[in-house]
């Protein structure tokens, strides 16, 4: 059968031959994506909350340890659901790293709040916990841990910061699936956890995201807020007899087909881990002997986490190395890549006010790179980059 032209084959997208350039991403995939796809499809129910939605938000709570996960159509959206679960007001404060994408810090500014940056450590590139304290005041009202490249925060010191002044955290683990602390899903210690599955992320589905409630009592407001402020969830249940508008909310929900693919990619979820695992220890053993040098610094896994190998990142010594071994390795069809510019120094925060300094979060910015990282990196492509980055500081 010929496919009309305005069909893309799937022959011709997965199985192309490989390009030249080595690319920093890429989405990788097996059938079961595509065959739950015609599976939602032949099912006839492609809204939200549909057989395969279900099956991911249980698999999801299962492997969290929380006790209700809603879907969403990306993390920004859980996070901004994690923002109305908090009832963050206007002129409220939120402590979160400058060092993470613009959805941690949007979420909240939406609802009116300010986002209050603290800095980062170079060890792990997380939220320095020991200097949290100095950035409370009466008008706090949340912490937002960012667990970057699914390495944990420091998250006994966290949540015990956060008791102490009675505020609430949200765990922004976009990037944190299936990553522990102490042996406990990331995800799992905070109010509410919040997970991506864009196209970037371990597991994906494009575009995509998660929420995980851990507090009991927001179960019931969570719902809601993710069906558009109705009780619809409890009418499906028949625990109301209609439903109706009850609260604010807003449209949270990813079509089931986005589902049936994500289904799949979690079904294989120990596979990929798997695969990713060994991308990371490729380079972890191709590169420290550089670090062994004094040449750069790998990234290093703290005793008390377990990774999902989301990325993976090297620090030059300074930010004239950083950009001229991006361009080397461009030169070399090699596609590294930078990472966030600090929140705090963007020219939104510029036009809001923010002149606070952040040492260690400005001195990362100029010296990280991530390196090319996806399930089906090829084990020549991953020896030829470690060997570029060799040939370049010789
Ligand atoms: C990817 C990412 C997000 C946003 O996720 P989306 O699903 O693209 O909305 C938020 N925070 C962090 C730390 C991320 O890495």
């Known amino acids: 059968m010929k496919l009309p032209n305005s069909v893309i084959s799937f022959s011709e997208t997965a199985l192309h031959p490989r390009a030249q350039s080595i690319p920093f991403n890429r989405p990788c995939m097996q059938w079961a994506e595509i065959a739950n796809i015609f599976c939602a499809l032949q099912m006839g129910k492609l809204a939200g909350g549909g057989a395969f939605s279900r099956r991911c938000e249980a698999m999801l709570a299962e492997r969290v340890a929380a006790p209700k996960v809603l879907l969403t159509s990306s993390c920004t959206d859980a996070l ?18 400058s060092f993470t994408f613009v959805s941690t810090a949007n979420a909240f500014c939406l609802r009116g709040a300010r986002p209050v940056f603290a800095d980062i450590r170079e060890e792990d590139l997380n939220l320095d916990a020991s200097t949290l304290e100095k950035y409370i005041t009466p008008r706090t009202k949340g912490i937002v841990p960012v667990h970057y490249g699914g390495q944990a925060c420091d998250m006994d010191s966290i949540m015990q910061t956060a008791r102490a002044h009675s505020l609430w955290v949200v765990e922004d683990a976009a990037q944190a699936l299936f990553s522990t602390y102490k042996g406990k899903p990331l995800g799992s210690f905070g109010d509410v956890g919040c997970f991506s599955f864009h196209e970037t992320k371990t597991i994906m589905c494009g575009e995509g995201g998660a929420i995980a409630i851990n507090s009991k009592n927001l179960i019931q407001r969570s719902e809601i807020i993710h069906e558009k402020g109705t009780n619809r969830s409890q009418f499906f249940r028949g625990e109301v007899d209609k439903y109706t508008w009850v609260d604010m909310g807003s449209s949270y929900l990813p079509s089931d087909m986005t589902a ?40 290093h896994v703290r005793p008390e986490c377990g990774i999902n ?6 620090l030059t010594q300074d930010t004239a190395i950083q950009q001229d071994l991006l361009a080397y390795l461009k030169q070399r069809h090699i596609t590294a890549v930078t990472h966030y510019v600090p929140l705090h120094t963007s020219p939104y925060a510029q ?37 570029c980055i060799h040939n370049y500081f010789k």
């Open 80 to 97: 901004e659901m994690a923002s109305l679960l908090m009832d963050i007001q206007p002129g409220d404060e939120v402590i979160m790293p």
């Open 260 to 299: 049936a693919f994500l289904y799949g990619q979690l079904t294989s979820g120990s596979d990929i881990i798997a695969k990713r695992r060994r991308i990371h220890e490729i380079y972890e053993q191709g590169l420290q002997t550089l670090e062994d040098a004094g040449k750069l610094r790998i990234f």
């Open 309 to 314: 190998y989301h990325l993976y990142y090297i």
């Open 351 to 387: 036009k809001h006010g923010y002149t606070a300094h952040l040492p260690v979060t400005e001195d990362i910015a100029k010296r990280l790179i991530r390196l090319p990282f996806y399930n089906d990196l090829g084990i020549y492509e991953q020896e030829y980059i470690i060997h």
